[in-house]
Protein backbone atom coordinates (compact mmCIF):
# COMPACT_ATOMS: atom_id res chain seq x y z
CA UNK A 1 0.00 0.00 0.00
CA UNK A 2 1.01 3.34 -1.08
CA UNK A 3 0.64 7.12 -1.22
CA UNK A 4 -1.74 7.09 1.87
CA UNK A 5 -4.24 4.90 3.92
CA UNK A 6 -6.91 2.93 1.75
CA UNK A 7 -9.55 1.12 3.19
CA UNK A 8 -11.69 -1.53 0.61
CA UNK A 9 -15.49 -1.81 0.66
CA UNK A 10 -16.51 -4.33 -1.87
CA UNK A 11 -20.15 -5.15 -2.06
CA UNK A 12 -21.83 -8.12 -3.63
CA UNK A 13 -24.52 -11.43 -3.53
CA UNK A 14 -23.96 -14.88 -4.61
CA UNK A 15 -20.78 -13.80 -6.79
CA UNK A 16 -18.85 -17.15 -6.22
CA UNK A 17 -15.59 -17.69 -7.33
CA UNK A 18 -15.86 -13.69 -8.82
CA UNK A 19 -16.01 -12.70 -5.15
CA UNK A 20 -12.88 -14.93 -3.87
CA UNK A 21 -10.70 -13.35 -7.15
CA UNK A 22 -12.05 -10.00 -5.88
CA UNK A 23 -10.96 -10.48 -2.40
CA UNK A 24 -7.82 -12.00 -3.20
CA UNK A 25 -7.05 -9.20 -5.50
CA UNK A 26 -7.11 -6.58 -2.72
CA UNK A 27 -4.98 -8.86 -0.07
CA UNK A 28 -1.98 -6.67 0.89
CA UNK A 29 -3.47 -3.15 -0.48
CA UNK A 30 -5.77 -1.79 1.97
CA UNK A 31 -5.40 -2.20 5.42
CA UNK A 32 -9.13 -3.17 6.03
CA UNK A 33 -11.27 -4.76 4.18
CA UNK A 34 -14.76 -4.86 4.22
CA UNK A 35 -17.12 -7.21 2.44
CA UNK A 36 -21.32 -6.38 2.76
CA UNK A 37 -23.26 -8.80 1.66
CA UNK A 38 -26.63 -8.91 -0.07
CA UNK A 39 -28.53 -12.40 0.71
CA UNK A 40 -26.23 -14.46 -0.32
CA UNK A 41 -27.13 -18.04 -0.17
CA UNK A 42 -23.89 -19.49 -1.85
CA UNK A 43 -21.35 -19.96 1.06
CA UNK A 44 -20.29 -15.92 0.14
CA UNK A 45 -19.89 -14.92 3.60
CA UNK A 46 -17.81 -17.56 4.84
CA UNK A 47 -15.45 -17.30 1.80
CA UNK A 48 -14.82 -13.51 2.88
CA UNK A 49 -14.47 -14.39 6.66
CA UNK A 50 -11.83 -16.88 5.74
CA UNK A 51 -9.62 -14.35 3.66
CA UNK A 52 -9.88 -11.96 6.22
CA UNK A 53 -12.82 -9.33 5.37
CA UNK A 54 -15.04 -7.47 7.86
CA UNK A 55 -18.31 -9.19 6.85
CA UNK A 56 -21.78 -6.84 7.23
CA UNK A 57 -24.97 -9.03 6.30
CA UNK A 58 -27.54 -6.57 5.36
CA UNK A 59 -31.12 -6.76 6.49
CA UNK A 60 -32.77 -7.85 3.52
CA UNK A 61 -36.45 -7.16 5.31
CA UNK A 62 -35.77 -3.81 3.57
CA UNK A 63 -35.21 -2.82 0.22
CA UNK A 64 -32.15 -3.16 -1.53
CA UNK A 65 -29.88 -1.03 -3.17
CA UNK A 66 -26.41 -1.15 -4.08
CA UNK A 67 -26.38 2.47 -2.50
CA UNK A 68 -27.20 1.27 0.68
CA UNK A 69 -24.55 -1.73 0.67
CA UNK A 70 -21.86 0.77 0.22
CA UNK A 71 -22.68 3.06 2.90
CA UNK A 72 -22.96 0.25 5.30
CA UNK A 73 -19.40 -0.28 4.55
CA UNK A 74 -18.81 2.88 5.05
CA UNK A 75 -20.32 2.99 8.47
CA UNK A 76 -18.37 0.16 9.54
CA UNK A 77 -15.13 2.25 8.85
CA UNK A 78 -16.79 5.22 10.59
CA UNK A 79 -15.12 4.33 14.23
CA UNK A 80 -11.33 4.44 11.75
CA UNK A 81 -11.75 5.97 8.83
CA UNK A 82 -8.95 5.95 6.74
CA UNK A 83 -7.39 8.62 4.51
CA UNK A 84 -8.81 6.99 1.30
CA UNK A 85 -11.78 4.32 0.07
CA UNK A 86 -12.01 2.06 -2.33
CA UNK A 87 -15.11 0.64 -4.09
CA UNK A 88 -15.38 -2.40 -5.51
CA UNK A 89 -18.59 -4.64 -7.14
CA UNK A 90 -17.95 -8.15 -5.78
CA UNK A 91 -17.92 -9.24 -9.68
CA UNK A 92 -14.59 -7.28 -10.20
CA UNK A 93 -10.79 -7.87 -9.77
CA UNK A 94 -8.92 -4.93 -8.62
CA UNK A 95 -5.57 -4.95 -10.34
CA UNK A 96 -1.80 -4.91 -8.77
CA UNK A 97 -0.75 -1.86 -9.56
CA UNK A 98 -4.37 0.40 -9.14
CA UNK A 99 -4.79 1.07 -5.93
CA UNK A 100 -1.31 2.54 -5.27
CA UNK A 101 -1.30 4.65 -8.34
CA UNK A 102 -4.99 5.69 -7.61
CA UNK A 103 -3.42 6.47 -4.29
CA UNK A 104 -0.68 8.69 -5.10
CA UNK A 105 -2.83 10.83 -7.68
CA UNK A 106 -5.30 11.49 -5.08
CA UNK A 107 -1.95 12.63 -2.77
CA UNK A 108 -0.88 15.17 -5.22
CA UNK A 109 -3.92 16.59 -6.56
CA UNK A 110 -5.65 17.61 -3.18
CA UNK A 111 -8.37 18.84 -5.27
CA UNK A 112 -10.07 15.80 -6.75
CA UNK A 113 -12.09 13.76 -4.31
CA UNK A 114 -12.42 10.69 -6.76
CA UNK A 115 -10.38 8.71 -9.19
CA UNK A 116 -11.09 5.77 -11.60
CA UNK A 117 -9.68 3.30 -14.45
CA UNK A 118 -10.12 1.41 -17.06
CA UNK A 119 -12.30 -1.38 -15.77
CA UNK A 120 -12.45 -3.69 -18.48
CA UNK A 121 -14.71 -6.51 -19.35
CA UNK A 122 -12.81 -10.44 -18.54
CA UNK A 123 -14.67 -12.31 -21.64
CA UNK A 124 -15.36 -9.45 -23.97
CA UNK A 125 -15.30 -12.33 -26.97
CA UNK A 126 -17.95 -14.08 -24.77
CA UNK A 127 -20.84 -12.65 -26.02
CA UNK A 128 -22.15 -9.42 -27.95
CA UNK A 129 -23.44 -7.75 -24.76
CA UNK A 130 -20.06 -8.48 -23.07
CA UNK A 131 -18.28 -6.67 -25.41
CA UNK A 132 -21.03 -4.00 -25.49
CA UNK A 133 -20.27 -3.26 -21.63
CA UNK A 134 -16.73 -3.34 -21.96
CA UNK A 135 -16.94 -0.49 -24.61
CA UNK A 136 -19.29 1.33 -22.24
CA UNK A 137 -16.83 1.19 -19.51
CA UNK A 138 -13.99 2.96 -22.23
CA UNK A 139 -14.58 6.44 -20.90
CA UNK A 140 -12.43 9.17 -21.98
CA UNK A 141 -9.53 9.96 -19.55
CA UNK A 142 -9.40 13.13 -17.45
CA UNK A 143 -11.95 15.64 -15.76
CA UNK A 144 -15.09 13.64 -16.02
CA UNK A 145 -18.58 14.02 -14.19
CA UNK A 146 -19.24 11.11 -12.60
CA UNK A 147 -17.39 7.21 -11.72
CA UNK A 148 -18.76 3.97 -12.12
CA UNK A 149 -18.89 1.41 -9.08
CA UNK A 150 -15.18 0.67 -9.10
CA UNK A 151 -13.22 4.16 -7.44
CA UNK A 152 -11.20 5.20 -4.96
CA UNK A 153 -12.53 8.81 -3.02
CA UNK A 154 -11.52 10.45 -0.11
CA UNK A 155 -13.43 8.98 2.82
CA UNK A 156 -14.02 12.57 4.48
CA UNK A 157 -15.43 14.06 1.08
CA UNK A 158 -17.76 11.41 0.71
CA UNK A 159 -18.65 11.16 4.51
CA UNK A 160 -19.12 15.02 4.66
CA UNK A 161 -22.15 14.76 1.74
CA UNK A 162 -23.99 11.29 3.22
CA UNK A 163 -22.22 9.17 1.36
CA UNK A 164 -24.51 7.69 -1.35
CA UNK A 165 -28.33 7.85 -1.50
CA UNK A 166 -29.81 4.56 -0.50
CA UNK A 167 -32.89 4.93 -1.88
CA UNK A 168 -31.68 5.29 -5.07
CA UNK A 169 -32.35 2.09 -7.22
CA UNK A 170 -29.64 2.86 -9.98
CA UNK A 171 -27.39 5.92 -10.70
CA UNK A 172 -25.71 5.96 -7.10
CA UNK A 173 -22.90 6.86 -8.47
CA UNK A 174 -22.87 9.85 -10.67
CA UNK A 175 -25.67 10.83 -8.23
CA UNK A 176 -22.70 11.09 -5.29
CA UNK A 177 -20.55 12.78 -7.64
CA UNK A 178 -22.63 15.64 -8.28
CA UNK A 179 -22.94 16.15 -4.65
CA UNK A 180 -19.59 15.78 -4.58
CA UNK A 181 -18.60 18.41 -7.69
CA UNK A 182 -21.25 20.80 -5.75
CA UNK A 183 -19.27 20.77 -2.63
CA UNK A 184 -16.21 21.66 -4.54
CA UNK A 185 -14.50 18.45 -5.49
CA UNK A 186 -13.71 16.94 -8.98
CA UNK A 187 -13.36 13.43 -10.83
CA UNK A 188 -10.80 11.83 -12.40
CA UNK A 189 -10.81 9.52 -15.17
CA UNK A 190 -7.08 8.02 -15.30
CA UNK A 191 -5.44 6.49 -18.16
CA UNK A 192 -4.56 3.23 -16.00
CA UNK A 193 -5.45 -0.11 -15.60
CA UNK A 194 -8.51 -0.41 -12.56
CA UNK A 195 -10.41 -4.16 -12.53
CA UNK A 196 -11.55 -7.04 -14.36
CA UNK A 197 -15.39 -7.18 -14.90
CA UNK A 198 -17.50 -10.25 -15.28
CA UNK A 199 -20.80 -9.24 -16.67
CA UNK A 200 -21.51 -12.96 -17.43
CA UNK A 201 -24.02 -11.51 -19.88
CA UNK A 202 -25.38 -14.50 -22.34
CA UNK A 203 -29.04 -13.46 -23.46
CA UNK A 204 -30.83 -10.81 -24.79
CA UNK A 205 -32.98 -10.31 -21.72
CA UNK A 206 -30.27 -9.60 -19.76
CA UNK A 207 -29.00 -6.90 -21.64
CA UNK A 208 -32.53 -5.50 -22.18
CA UNK A 209 -32.98 -5.51 -18.21
CA UNK A 210 -29.79 -3.90 -17.99
CA UNK A 211 -30.28 -1.21 -20.26
CA UNK A 212 -34.02 -0.46 -18.83
CA UNK A 213 -32.44 -0.02 -15.40
CA UNK A 214 -30.32 2.60 -17.27
CA UNK A 215 -33.86 4.59 -18.57
CA UNK A 216 -34.57 4.07 -14.48
CA UNK A 217 -31.59 6.03 -13.35
CA UNK A 218 -31.80 8.32 -16.23
CA UNK A 219 -35.18 9.34 -15.71
CA UNK A 220 -34.63 9.30 -11.89
CA UNK A 221 -31.60 11.66 -11.72
CA UNK A 222 -32.91 13.99 -13.91
CA UNK A 223 -36.19 14.58 -11.65
CA UNK A 224 -34.35 14.61 -8.57
CA UNK A 225 -31.87 17.11 -10.03
CA UNK A 226 -34.19 19.26 -12.37
CA UNK A 227 -33.22 22.66 -10.75
CA UNK A 228 -29.93 22.10 -10.89
CA UNK A 229 -27.78 24.31 -13.34
CA UNK A 230 -25.71 20.68 -14.53
CA UNK A 231 -29.17 19.53 -16.68
CA UNK A 232 -28.25 15.80 -14.98
CA UNK A 233 -28.98 13.15 -16.80
CA UNK A 234 -32.02 15.18 -19.09
CA UNK A 235 -30.35 14.82 -22.50
CA UNK A 236 -29.94 10.93 -21.80
CA UNK A 237 -33.84 11.00 -20.84
CA UNK A 238 -35.00 13.00 -23.59
CA UNK A 239 -33.09 10.67 -25.89
CA UNK A 240 -34.22 7.18 -24.51
CA UNK A 241 -38.14 8.93 -25.09
CA UNK A 242 -37.65 10.34 -28.30
CA UNK A 243 -35.86 7.43 -30.11
CA UNK A 244 -37.90 5.11 -27.78
CA UNK A 245 -41.15 6.03 -27.84
CA UNK A 246 -41.39 9.40 -30.30
CA UNK A 247 -40.43 7.41 -33.47
CA UNK A 248 -42.47 4.45 -33.05
CA UNK A 249 -45.71 6.20 -31.63
CA UNK A 250 -45.26 8.71 -34.84
CA UNK A 251 -44.59 5.89 -37.06
CA UNK A 252 -48.40 4.43 -36.19
CA UNK A 253 -49.69 7.53 -36.05
CA UNK A 254 -48.95 8.52 -39.61
CA UNK A 255 -49.33 4.91 -40.32
CA UNK A 256 -52.87 5.02 -39.45
CA UNK A 257 -53.16 7.99 -41.62
CA UNK A 258 -51.64 6.87 -44.71
CA UNK A 259 -49.18 3.57 -45.82
CA UNK A 260 -46.33 6.32 -46.21
CA UNK A 261 -46.15 6.90 -42.26
CA UNK A 262 -44.36 3.74 -41.97
CA UNK A 263 -41.62 5.39 -43.01
CA UNK A 264 -41.04 6.83 -39.74
CA UNK A 265 -39.41 4.19 -38.73
CA UNK A 266 -36.83 4.00 -40.90
CA UNK A 267 -35.27 7.03 -38.95
CA UNK A 268 -33.96 3.97 -36.70
CA UNK A 269 -31.54 2.80 -39.34
CA UNK A 270 -30.90 6.29 -40.41
CA UNK A 271 -29.19 6.71 -37.35
CA UNK A 272 -28.02 3.58 -36.96
CA UNK A 273 -25.44 4.89 -40.55
CA UNK A 274 -25.41 8.07 -38.45
CA UNK A 275 -23.52 6.29 -35.51
CA UNK A 276 -21.46 3.84 -37.40
CA UNK A 277 -18.42 5.76 -38.80
CA UNK A 278 -17.91 6.89 -35.33
CA UNK A 279 -18.61 3.66 -32.78
CA UNK A 280 -18.87 1.05 -35.14
CA UNK A 281 -21.89 -1.08 -36.63
CA UNK A 282 -22.39 -3.25 -34.05
CA UNK A 283 -22.13 -0.58 -31.06
CA UNK A 284 -24.29 1.68 -33.37
CA UNK A 285 -27.39 -1.14 -33.81
CA UNK A 286 -27.40 -1.96 -29.89
CA UNK A 287 -27.14 1.78 -29.31
CA UNK A 288 -30.21 3.16 -31.05
CA UNK A 289 -32.37 -0.36 -30.06
CA UNK A 290 -31.61 0.36 -26.27
CA UNK A 291 -33.38 3.59 -26.49
CA UNK A 292 -36.80 1.15 -26.50
CA UNK A 293 -35.62 -0.93 -23.05
CA UNK A 294 -34.37 2.94 -21.44
CA UNK A 295 -37.37 4.63 -22.49
CA UNK A 296 -39.07 1.73 -20.84
CA UNK A 297 -37.36 2.56 -17.35
CA UNK A 298 -38.01 6.17 -17.87
CA UNK A 299 -42.03 5.71 -17.81
CA UNK A 300 -41.66 2.80 -15.43
CA UNK A 301 -40.21 5.25 -13.00
CA UNK A 302 -42.58 8.19 -13.81
CA UNK A 303 -45.04 5.81 -12.98
CA UNK A 304 -43.93 4.68 -10.08
CA UNK A 305 -43.25 8.04 -8.57
CA UNK A 306 -46.97 9.35 -9.52
CA UNK A 307 -48.09 6.16 -7.96
CA UNK A 308 -45.81 7.00 -4.71
CA UNK A 309 -43.93 3.99 -4.92
CA UNK A 310 -40.83 2.90 -6.55
CA UNK A 311 -39.94 -0.48 -7.83
CA UNK A 312 -36.97 -2.86 -6.52
CA UNK A 313 -34.04 -3.30 -7.93
CA UNK A 314 -33.85 -4.65 -11.69
CA UNK A 315 -31.18 -7.31 -11.63
CA UNK A 316 -30.26 -8.65 -15.35
CA UNK A 317 -27.78 -11.62 -14.31
Not at 231 to 248: F, I, Y
Amino acid sequence: MAGGQVDAVVIGRNEGARLTACLDSLAGQVRRLVYVDSGSTDGSLAAAGTRGAEVVSLDMTQPFTAARARNAGLALLADDPPQFVQFVDGDCEVRPDWIATAATFLQDHPEVVVVCGRRRERFPEASVWNRLCDREWDTPVGEATACGGDALMRHAAVAAVGGYDPTLIAGEEPDLCLRLRRAGGRIWRLEAEMTLHDAAMTRFGQWWRRSRRAGHAFAEGAWRHRSGTERHWQRETRRALLWGVGVPVAAVLAGVLHPAGWLFLGLWPAQVLRLAPRMGGEAAVFTVLGKLPEAQGVIGYHLGRLRGRQRGLIEYK
